[in-house]
């Protein structure tokens, strides 16, 4: 009986000062990865930027291998079946790709077709400084 009346005394719960130290701690740690977390997620869009130009430029070289011209667009390349379909840009998060002609040679004739080159339509500013719509 002794040591049930002793248990009722003991004081329950937090105090608001171990409340207060509690969230600050949390707030600090939440400020320090919240950045990090956003920075990593931009490294993985652009990672896919990458990887989608990489595969559009290799159908491209090989639509030109193949048929001596630059495609029209990306439809051509898939409907010759170079790509399975039209990568989403990472950074609009829409299937638009800038067609970049094919410069004049030596002799000042352009390549046959209409894209030499795509790139990405966004504006935004790669963390190398670059925009994405020059890589």
């Not at 707030?27 to 919240?34: D, E, F, Q, T």
């Not at 193949?66 to 039209?86: C, F, M, Q, T, W």
């Not at 990472?90 to 970049?100: H, L, M, V, Y």
């Amino acid at each position: 009986m002794r040591i049930i009346k002793c248990l009722r005394h003991l004081p329950r719960g937090f105090t608001l000062v171990e409340l207060l130290i509690v969230m600050t701690v949390i707030g600090i740690l939440a400020s320090i990865s919240v950045p990090s977390y956003k920075r990593s997620l931009i490294k993985a869009r652009e990672t896919v930027l990458m990887e989608d130009l990489y595969q559009i430029r290799r159908a491209t070289d090989a639509y030109y291998a193949d048929h001596a011209a630059y495609p029209e667009s990306l439809e051509d390349l898939i409907n010759k079946r170079y790509l399975r379909g039209v990568p989403r840009d990472p950074f609009t998060n829409e299937s638009e790709w800038e067609c970049i002609p094919p410069e004049a040679t030596d002799d000042g004739e352009l390549a046959p077709g209409g894209c030499y080159d795509f790139r990405s339509v966004s504006d935004l500013v790669g963390l190398n400084g670059i925009p994405y719509n020059e890589w």
